[in-house]
Nanobody, 126 residues
Framework: QVQLVESGGGLVQAGGSLRLSCTAS????????MAWFRQASGEEREFVAA????????AYGDSTEGRFTISRDDAKSTVYLQMMSARPEDTSVYYC???????????????????WGQGARVTVSS
């Protein structure tokens, strides 16, 4: 059974930084596109970022590009989301996601992802 486990959530002040981690049991992890989504209370799930299997390509949502950075460490089967210049509107539960199959496509739609973590709550105080 595939497991994705997020960590690193918590409280951060506006303008501050926070790094989320997601460790996956996918094998081989190095061949999977990985992504982050987020869902604020009462809102739909929103695409945050994705990274290709080789780490050479990334994609970001409109609200996070330029402030967030996605990266991966295949030796640790872990994908990261570095949040910078945090804003109160970044307050959400952040989810790590992986597609069912290996591919070179950077999916941004929730429906393209089959595996999800349990979520990490991030609260940005103003």
């Amino acid at each position: 059974q595939v497991q994705l486990v997020e960590s690193g959530g918590g409280l951060v002040q506006a303008g501050g930084s926070l790094r989320l981690s997601c460790t996956a049991s996918l094998r081989p992890f190095s061949l999977y596109t990985m992504a982050w989504f987020r869902q604020a209370s009462g809102e739909e799930r929103e695409f945050v970022a994705a990274i290709s299997w080789d780490g050479r390509r990334t994609a970001y949502g409109d609200s996070t590009e330029g402030r967030f950075t996605i990266s991966r460490d295949d030796a640790k089967s872990t994908v990261y989301l570095q949040m910078m210049s945090a804003r109160p509107e970044d307050t959400s539960v952040y989810y790590c996601a992986a597609p069912r199959n290996t591919a070179s496509v950077l999916y941004s739609r929730e429906s393209e992802y089959a595996y999800w973590g349990q979520g990490a709550r991030v609260t940005v105080s103003s």
